[in-house]
């Protein structure tokens, strides 16, 4: 009868551990990224939600949804149309609540991009920061439920870049220096004063550069930060207390096992 006992909560031990190392070994990453984290105010922007990592079973996943959350004092009001489904994805979105839900027809195991938000920064907003987020993500294999990590991002309205303008100017004092015709008496004074308008080009063109240059390192520089800090891994793996004490349970219940033996025996 002892024997019995102990079997079946062996059985059941082994069990309970079988299921949770399995339940837990499912999971994927969700990203979101946009092409810029500044952008003019009055003007249309949009978001990608992509999946990767994905440890999700045999076949993959065919469905997720999750809440959307955004700045509205910095952008405008979205709505069904500005909420659309990549590779196939069929998306819906409840302006009401925020919940989006993505279907597809067949599985999804590997990286790719499912969601494309399109926003739009309001006007007399420049110099404020707005958040996006996806919160609450979830997948399925049409078997169980797949938890991903929130994800969002910031995005901050700026002023339109006047590099362009500055490059048109300097491109018109060469074409008026090139078209001057100047006396052979006055050659020295005019080619000095040439010379110097020539040079200040140079220098403007050199500014100009300069500035675009410090404009794209720093446009650069937000974006991987952004990107680096929406791409959390979520918490995978099975539990370390829980595999200390299923295997210290097991030990004990095979120390008693043989004390009984051993009882029975001396009997």
């Known amino acids: 009868m002892k024997k019995k006992i102990f079997c079946i909560i062996l059985i059941v031990m082994v069990a309970i551990f079988a299921m949770s190392t399995a339940v837990s070994a499912l999971s994927f990453t969700a990203a979101m990224s946009t092409n810029s984290t500044t952008v003019q105010e009055a003007t249309e922007f949009t978001v990608r939600i992509r999946v990767s990592n994905l440890d999700v079973g045999t076949n993959g996943i065919n469905s997720l949804k999750g809440d959307l959350k955004y700045d509205t004092e910095v952008f405008e009001p979205i709505n069904e149309s500005s909420v659309i489904g990549l590779n196939k994805w069929n998306a819906t979105y409840d302006n009401t609540t925020g919940k989006i839900e993505l ?4 599985f999804v195991s590997s990286t790719q991009e499912v969601l494309s938000i399109t926003f739009k920064t309001k006007a007399g907003v420049t110099g ?5 987020a ?5 997948a399925s294999n049409s078997e169980t439920d797949i938890s991903a990590t929130d994800i969002s991002t910031s995005i901050t309205v700026g002023t339109p870049d006047s590099t362009s303008n500055t490059t048109n100017t300097a491109n018109t004092t060469n074409t008026s220096n090139s ?3 100047i006396p052979t008496i006055t050659s020295n004074t005019n080619n000095t004063a040439n010379n110097t308008n020539n040079t200040n080009t140079a220098n403007r063109t050199n500014n100009t550069n300069t500035n675009t240059n410090t ?3 720093s446009s650069y520089v937000n974006t991987m930060t952004n990107t680096t800090s929406n791409e959390n891994m979520p918490k995978t793996g099975v539990s370390d207390t829980l595999l200390v004490l299923t295997v210290v349970a097991i ?11 051993k009882l029975n025996k001396d009997m």
């Open 134 to 138: 996806f919160n609450n993500i979830t």
């Open 215 to 217: 404009s794209n390192v």
């Open 251 to 261: 030990a004990v219940a095979f120390g008693f096992y043989i004390k009984i033996e």
């Open 179 to 181: 078209t001057l015709s």
């Open 103 to 106: 279907t597809k027809s067949m």
């Open 128 to 132: 404020k920061k707005g958040s996006i």
